[in-house]
């Protein structure tokens, strides 16, 4: 008795001209709606502990509008990004007493046209 307590009934079922009943598992469809809830979020909440813009990913995500000039988007992501942790990491110097590592310039990408 307990296996069919998510099932509902149609009674008209698909063929109108038939008279056979539908069962529809409603578990089942309520399961596969927070799944893919759940994975849109999940999906968002890794993109965002990365911190990397979509663009530069090339992702392309539903509601999301790309900028369209990836050197923009770069510039800015080694500005707040790349830069303030390699400053971080630069200490090691200091502590090391000589040089461990050492950071390039910013260079622009190469777009290809």
Do not use: C, W
């Not at 309520?30 to 979020?41: I, L």
């Not at 303030?84 to 046209?113: Q, R």
């Amino acid at each position: 008795m307990g296996d069919f307590k998510n099932m509902f009934v149609n009674g008209k079922g698909k063929d109108k001209d038939k008279e056979k009943p539908e069962l529809i598992p409603v578990g089942q469809l309520d399961a596969k709606d927070e799944f893919s809830k759940m994975k849109n979020v999940t999906t968002g909440d890794i993109l965002s502990a990365h911190r990397i813009p979509l663009d530069l990913m090339s992702i392309v995500r539903e509601g999301f509008s790309p900028v369209g000039d990836l050197n923009k988007v770069d510039k800015m992501f080694h500005k707040n990004e790349i830069k303030p942790i390699g400053e971080i990491l630069l200490e090691l110097n200091d502590f090391a007493g000589f040089e461990v590592l050492k950071m390039k310039e910013y260079e622009e990408l190469e777009t290809g046209s």
